[in-house]
């Protein structure tokens, strides 16, 4: 027995220190083609990932907009592909890294249409063409390119117009990507927002934007959940299949970064006292970005509730048709507590969103909160059962016997033995419900996972958001469980000093 | 009070088999009276009771409470079960509740009475049941019999006109049995009408005014418990009195397995207490009347009683065939049948072919 745990031991420790990876010797590297033979973090479904796909040899790390610097700087990748644009006005020398090569995949970045809405599209391109034509864009272009990192004023810069009444409203999806695509004081700025206002007012719509992952916008397009898709988007073959491209509006391509070559650590930076400091005035103060995660706490708190109410209501239904003593009550609701137990959550979430509520106009709070109803109710329901199947049969036959009816009986004296047992196995079951609202991102809901997932695209700083997020779900947990104590204690049956 | 007419309940087992506890009942509970109801175990005594207030769905029948048929769908049963209190054999004293709570929730819920009144008259029941003390303790705290007796009086609070005893002692130790037993016959003296299903043979015996015997589905013999106990019209009455314990063994010939036959007699004799010395006396007996008198002119029958109530033992060698009487035709100096004359108190033969010994 001991032989086997050294064993196992021994395997853990090889296979977590074969995850580490080696220094490499980066000099060589000035193009794609160089790329052989090293690790490049690349954002999940962009561009990038497809053409670094193609090329054999590379080891392709697909990640989230966010780790993608995190995983070079903690050596995770030996390059990571950003927005050349976006690594110039990132401080890359203060976190130890630099551009090693620019212009990958020069490219066009293009507006993305449903194939049957080409009116709207060409009303697009022809806004395009006429301030190409006028000077308009060279103007506006380089006043966005000159500001920096900090511009105060870059929210300024966006042109904001009111909504007039009648107009239809344009849904757009985007992926928030700095600097086309940002959150700057929990309001959404950048080059792409600012175009696509004017155009709007142009054009006489309203509009109203939805964030959603990257690789959820095509999808999300076809469904009918949104209609643009403006979210620094290369047109690609494989792409235009499914989505109808506008005229390219930005001009851009990737760079590749890796760590500069005076190999100064992360660690050896600032002391940790420092860095703490610097993320917590990175990830929250500056641009007020804590408001984001403020009201990213309340969509998680209020899905958390109507959740929890949902699934207890599912619950109860599904629990009273599976104890139905008629088989063809039981067995249909033993089969869907069954089949919403044997799908994983994020597909159930995923399903109702893209194909069952597909076309119709129901946000995605809604959707989350459907889902989670119907999947934990059916874990409550079982939780429920076994409460209810716990109190003896004698205690029923004894309220009958008295006189009471079968609901007052039910109501008196079954249901108090029974919450008395079930509450404290819900407890674990509601505190994993707080904690799985957290995939609420995948359909366009910024709750509060999401809302560091915003931050950290923008900062590209992994540390402080995700410990924060830890903390505050911890917290919720706690409370929760707390709460749950308390009722509990307040069903325990007590003696009477009589 | 109570009119039950050929009432029948059928069971289904799982697997789908029909089991008919119940085949055809008619017996009547007058106000006032004290009705047991006894019988070999499996014979559905309890079933009928729980038929009375309907927590079991007869198959068919009638059961009438002061006229009212309660199987009809269009009678609320619950009216009807607040007349009828129930003693279960589990007590089932509702767990989340304090004793006196256990005591007011269905007369304040049901009866509309004031927490003020129930309480008062749940206290007072409890100081009669000897359980003043323990009104505010939890069920949990209570040892058996003080739960049966606080069970009781929670039936009495709803001031029922009969209550049903199931078992009532039967989950007990039997230390706490006649603490219990005191309570009902306490009732009993005061006039409660009561319809009680026991094994306490000699407490139905005291306290009963009627007992039924039931057996097969039927109301096997009906009587006073004088009747009942004293003088048993049929066998099966007066085996289930006397606590009559059988076995049974049909020899072909005469070359049959004597030392198969002594380990059944020394099992039997085992399982009853009677001892190594019982023992040996019948496997005597017996090895001296199927070896030296039983002429074996077909299979013999012998049948071995015991009853726990008289320590009397009976066996009966039962010849299938027989033509002339067995001991009659056994000479008197037979060494065989002056042996079985010395160990038991008498050889007769009550019909031709069929001799008993007793012991």
Redesign the interface.
């Known amino acids: 027995m001991r032989r086997w745990c050294f064993i196992m031991i021994a395997a853990m420790l090889w296979l977590v220190s074969c995850t580490g990876r080696k220094a490499h010797d980066l000099s060589g590297v000035n193009g794609v083609e160089d790329l052989k033979g090293y690790s490049v973090a690349v954002a999940m479904g962009s561009s990038y990932d497809l053409m670094l796909s193609e090329i054999a040899g590379v080891d392709v790390i697909r990640l989230g907009v966010g780790e993608l610097l995190v995983a070079v700087e903690k050596g995770r990748a030996d390059f990571c592909i950003i927005d050349q644009f976006q690594a110039r006005m990132l401080n890359l020398e203060s976190r130890g890294l630099e551009i090693k090569f620019n212009n990958i995949l020069k490219g066009t970045a293009c507006a993305g249409f449903r194939k049957e809405d080409s009116l709207l599209c060409s009303q697009f391109n022809a806004y395009l063409g006429g301030i190409r034509n006028s000077g308009v864009y060279d103007r506006w272009l380089d006043e966005w390119k000159s500001a920096s990192d900090s511009m105060a004023d870059a929210s300024l810069l966006v042109h904001r117009h009111e909504k007039q009444p009648g107009s239809r409203a344009l849904h757009v999806g985007i992926t928030i990507t700095y600097p086309y695509l940002f959150l700057k004081e929990n309001n959404l700025t950048g080059i792409e927002v600012d175009m696509f206002n004017r155009f709007c007012e142009a054009a006489g719509y309203a509009v109203d934007y939805e964030i959603y992952d990257f690789s959820a916008l095509i999808p999300a397009l076809n469904s009918g959940k949104i209609d643009v898709i403006l979210s620094h988007m290369r047109r690609t073959e494989e792409r235009a299949k499914q989505v109808l491209f506008s005229d390219a509006y930005i001009e851009g391509g990737g760079a590749a970064v890796c760590r500069s070559g005076d190999g100064m650590s992360s660690g050896e930076r600032a002391g940790i006292r420092e860095r703490l400091k610097d993320s917590f005035n990175n990830n929250l103060i500056v641009e007020q970005r804590w408001k984001l995660m403020a009201d990213g706490l309340w969509v998680t708190v209020r899905i958390s509730v109507l959740s929890i109410l949902a699934a207890v209501m599912a619950g109860v239904l599904l629990c009273r048709l599976r104890m139905s003593r008629r088989r063809m009550v039981s067995l249909p609701a033993g089969i869907v507590i069954d089949l919403l137990r044997g799908i994983p959550l994020l597909v159930i979430l995923m399903l109702m969103f893209y194909v069952i509520f597909a076309s119709s106009r129901i946000t995605g709070t809604w959707v989350a909160v459907m889902s989670f109803g119907l999947y934990y109710g059916a874990y409550f329901s079982e939780v429920f059962r076994t409460g209810m199947e716990s109190v003896e049969r004698g205690q029923w036959e004894a309220g009958l016997a008295l006189g009471l009816g079968k609901f007052q009986t039910f109501r008196k004296v079954v249901l108090p033995q029974a919450l008395n047992r079930i509450i404290p196995v819900l407890k674990g079951e509601v505190i994993a419900l707080i904690k799985m609202t957290s995939v609420v991102g995948y359909v366009a809901v910024v709750d509060l996972t999401k809302a560091s997932d915003i931050i950290r695209a923008r900062t590209l700083d992994a540390f402080f958001p995700l410990i924060l997020v830890s903390v505050i779900y911890i917290l919720l947990s706690w409370l929760t469980g707390l709460g749950l104590k308390v009722l509990e204690r307040q069903l325990t049956p007590k003696r009477r000093d009589l | 009070m109570i009119k039950v007419r050929h009432l029948k309940k059928v069971f289904r087992t799982p697997g789908g088999d029909e089991l008919t506890v119940l085949r055809d009942i008619n017996c009547d509970i007058e106000k006032g009276e004290v009705v047991s109801i006894i019988g070999p175990s499996g014979t559905g005594k309890s079933t009928l009771l729980r038929c009375l207030?309907r927590?079991e769905e007869p198959t068919s029948g009638v059961i009438e409470v002061d006229g009212t048929d309660i199987l009809d769908r269009r009678t609320d049963i619950?009216?009807i079960?607040?007349r009828?209190?129930?003693v279960?054999q589990?007590f089932?004293?509702?767990?989340?509740?304090?004793i006196?709570?256990n005591l007011t929730?269905?007369p304040m819920?049901?009866l509309g009475k004031s927490r003020e009144e129930a309480e008062k008259r749940g206290m007072e029941l409890l100081g009669m049941v000897g359980l003043h003390d323990k009104?505010?303790?939890?069920p949990g705290?209570l040892s058996g019999g003080q739960k049966q007796r606080a069970a009781i009086a929670?039936?009495l609070a709803?001031e029922p006109e009969i209550i049903l005893f199931d078992e009532p002692t039967s989950a007990l130790d039997p230390t706490m049995v006649s603490e219990v037993l005191a309570v009902i016959r306490h009732l009993a003296n005061q006039g409660m009408t009561m319809c009680i299903v026991s094994h306490e043979m000699q407490f139905v015996r005291d306290v009963s005014t009627r007992i039924l015997f039931l057996n097969e589905g039927i109301v096997y013999e009906e009587g006073t418990p004088e009747q009942i106990f004293e003088n048993p019209q049929k066998p099966v009455t007066r085996a289930f009195i006397n606590r009559i314990r059988t076995v049974e063994s049909i020899l072909e010939n005469r070359h049959f397995d004597l030392y198969g036959l002594f380990g059944k007699i020394h099992t039997f004799c085992g399982k009853y207490g009677l001892g190594t010395k019982v023992s040996d006396k019948v496997e005597h007996i017996t090895e001296e009347m199927l070896c030296g008198i039983m002429p074996f002119c077909g299979p013999v029958k012998l049948t071995i009683e015991y009853s726990e109530k008289t320590s009397g033992l009976t066996l009966t060698f039962r010849q299938e065939n027989a033509t002339t009487t067995i001991l009659d035709n056994t000479d008197e100096d037979s060494l065989s049948l002056m042996m079985v004359r010395g160990m038991s108190t008498s050889v007769t033969e009550p019909e031709t072919g069929t001799v008993c010994v007793e012991i």
């Open positions: 207030n927590l619950s009216l079960r607040r009828m209190g129930m279960f589990n089932n004293l509702f767990e989340h509740l304090t006196l709570d929730l269905c819920t049901l009104a505010g303790c939890l705290e929670r039936c709803m």
